[in-house]
Structure formats: structure tokens, C-alpha cells
């Protein structure tokens, strides 16, 4: 099956961006305008938001790995 696409679409470029976990978190923490801890005896749930208001952030973590993880994602 042959395709016939305009030629105004025959010379459009697809670019393809892969990115690794590591890389979408570190993403997600740039866009971060506001962050939202709910404090419990174990487990912390976090949610961040981005300057439009959109969860870009939304973690459970135990209260043992909380400062580690604030560290690594620069919030400390």
C-alpha cells in the first residue's frame, strides 16, 4: 500500500526524543512551581504542581527515604 501524502508533507522531519527515567523526573522538577506535602507517620504523599497549575509531581514516599529524595531533586 503506497501512501500519498501532499508535497508540502512528503519533506516534514520527525524528530523522536527519547529520554530516561532520571531525565523525565529531573523534567518534571524544573517545571515545579509548587509543592504540596501531606505529613503522615510512615508514608509522605507529595504532589507538585507547574506554573498553570498541572500535577507534574506525585510521589509516595516513607518517611525514611523523605530528606534523601528532597535532596536529590535539589528542594532542600
Given amino acids: 500500500m503506497d501512501a500519498h501524502f501532499p508535497i508540502r508533507h512528503q519533506s ?3 524528530v ?9 523526573e ?3 522538577i524544573k517545571r515545579l512551581r509548587q509543592l504540596g ?4 507517620k510512615e508514608v509522605f504523599q507529595i504532589h507538585g504542581v507547574d506554573e498553570y ?21 535539589n528542594l532542600v
Fill in 12 to 14: 516534514a522531519k520527525v
Fill in 37 to 40: 506535602i501531606d505529613l503522615a
Fill in 53 to 73: 497549575g498541572k500535577a507534574v509531581l506525585w510521589k509516595q514516599l516513607k518517611r525514611k527515604n523523605m530528606t534523601n529524595s528532597l535532596r536529590i531533586w
Fill in 16 to 24: 523522536v526524543v527519547v529520554m530516561t527515567t532520571k531525565q523525565r
Fill in 26 to 28: 529531573a523534567s518534571k
